[in-house]
């Protein structure tokens, strides 16, 4: 029995990875370091060199600060559970390679659904009964 090459592996889904688009993943990534950074440490943020926004942020942090807390480690905690699902849907999608899988784990960790999304609407190929 011989093994089997890239190009099949490739073929048959088990090595499938997508990344996610780059507009998802700026806008996760800098939605979550703000929003870790209002929780863990509002006083360092320069709000004087942010007009508008810095204003906001303000706001929210003097007037909502228990809600940004429980949003932050809230989304956290979905990251968490979306990456470990994420191998589990890889091995009921075909996906057995553990590199590739491991790949789908640390995206899905950084940027959530933007990642899962595009996990949960791949369709393996048919597989060939002859």
Known sequence: MTGMTGTDRLRDGSCYFQRSRYTYMLLIATGLILLGWLTLSPATIPYHYMPAVGDFLLYIVKNYHTLITYAFWG????HVVEAFYC???CESKGITDSSVQFQWFIQTLLFGYASFGVLVCYQPPAKKYY
């Open 75 to 78: 989304s956290l905690l979905i």
């Open 87 to 89: 191998i589990r849907l």
